[in-house]
């Protein structure tokens, strides 16, 4: 079924071009048809308020800076910002961590997976010492061969939720619950803290300036986006609450 936005049918010559700037997402033609959906939306948008539609970028990003402007971060919410995520700023902290890694894969039982390594979490709960043999009979992950050991971690060196999981460790801390990341199930430990220390606000200010000013501005162009999808007339795709929005976004970063 042709999609048609306005009352112009997306071509297919558009589509194959837009297609692979999505394949790492989860229904890469899905969000290819919405990703020229919300390009057709603001070209239309742009023509009608007389920009040249010739440049399609400029004409968009003229369309943006026009309806869509967003207020520059003060220094009151840098400040607040600094103070509420000190994490962020700070600098030469590290962790020497261990895991044992249960890997989900399609094939694999993921109920069963889990209860299969919670009693293996709770076996080294009871008895922390074995956690190097254990790593060496069960991890799925190369660092078995090293008892689990993925040597000293920075910020930044692992996925977040990893991340968020060690560093927020003790030395010698385990984590009482499984972790899931998208590489699995984890165990973790943290056998050594290196602490780092904070920069001053002043050597960080411009850095966070940016940063909330520009998430200022993409919820104000999300807000717009959302504004012309419920103005326009579309035809043979339904988008989800959310969609249009998390598209864009991802094709703005």
């Known amino acids: ?3 048609i936005v306005n009352g112009v049918e997306l071509s297919d010559a558009d589509l194959e071009r837009e297609l692979p700037l999505h394949a790492q997402a989860g229904n890469p033609m899905r969000e290819a048809v919405t990703a020229l959906v919300l390009r057709r939306v603001l070209l239309d948008e742009a023509a009608r308020q007389g920009l040249d ?3 399609e970028e ?3 990003g003229g369309l943006l800076a026009r309806e869509a402007t ?3 971060a003060d220094e009151a919410a840098c400040r607040r910002f600094y103070q509420m995520h000190p994490e962020r700023f700070m600098v030469g902290e590290l962790v020497e961590a261990d895991h044992i890694l249960f890997q989900v894969t399609p094939s694999v039982n993921l109920d069963m997976l889990r209860a299969h390594a919670n009693a293996v979490l709770a076996e080294l709960l009871e008895d922390p010492s074995r956690f190097a043999a254990v790593a060496r009979e069960q991890s799925n992950c190369p660092s078995a ?3 689990g050991s993925l040597g000293q971690l920075g910020r930044g060196d692992t996925v977040p939720e990893f991340e968020r999981a060690v560093f927020a460790l003790p030395a010698g801390g385990l984590l009482p619950q499984l972790l899931q990341t998208r590489h699995g199930l984890h165990i973790v430990r943290v056998t050594h803290r290196i602490e780092g220390r904070l920069l001053p606000y002043e050597h960080v200010a411009g850095q966070i300036a940016s940063a909330l000013s520009a998430m200022s501005r993409d919820i104000a162009w999300r807000q717009y986006v959302k504004l012309l999808i419920g103005r326009a007339d579309i035809q043979g ?3 989800e ?3 249009p ?3 864009f976004s991802g094709s703005a970063a």
Request: aromatic share 0%.
């Open 145 to 147: 061969a090293v008892d």
């Open 237 to 239: 795709i339904d988008l």
């Open 241 to 243: 609450e959310g969609e």
């Open 58 to 60: 400029g004409a968009i």
């Open 245 to 247: 929005e998390r598209v």
């Open 53 to 55: 539609a010739a440049d």
């Open 70 to 72: 967003a207020p520059e």
């Open 1 to 3: 079924m042709p999609v």
